[in-house]
């Protein structure tokens, strides 16, 4: 049974920094693209950042372009999200999902397994 666990979330000033991490069991992790999502309350959830099987292609949403990175460590299970000059928009709560093909996709019909979820929060 796979399994992903996030850590990392907190609260955090404008224009600071976190790192999301989420470690995986169950099946194995270097065959599957991994993905991270974020839903903020009252919104749907939305995609923020994925990486291929092998790290060697990544894909952002528009809105963290630039300031959020994706990385993973197939030797560790482990995908990270490190999130750099953090805005009152970026709060929410953010879930690690693992893939269904080595595909970085954008979208999270393409993810079967999720996370239970980390909060994010910036204060303005």
């Known amino acids: 049974q796979v399994r992903l666990v996030e850590s990392g979330g907190g609260l955090v000033q404008a224009g600071g920094s976190l790192r999301l991490s989420c470690a995986a069991s169950g099946r194995t992790f270097s065959s599957y693209a991994m993905g991270w999502f974020r839903q903020a309350p009252g919104k749907e959830r939305e995609f923020v950042a994925a990486?291929?099987?092998?790290?060697?292609?990544?894909n952002y949403a528009d809105s963290v372009k630039g300031r959020f990175t994706i990385s993973r460590d197939n030797a560790k299970n482990t995908v990270y999200l490190q999130m750099n000059s953090l805005k009152p928009e970026d709060t929410a709560v953010y879930y690690c999902a693992q893939g269904n093909t080595r595909i970085a996709f954008t979208t999270s019909t393409r993810y079967d397994y999720w996370g239970q979820g980390t909060q994010v929060t910036v204060s303005s």
């Open positions: 990486i291929s099987w092998t790290g060697g292609s990544t």
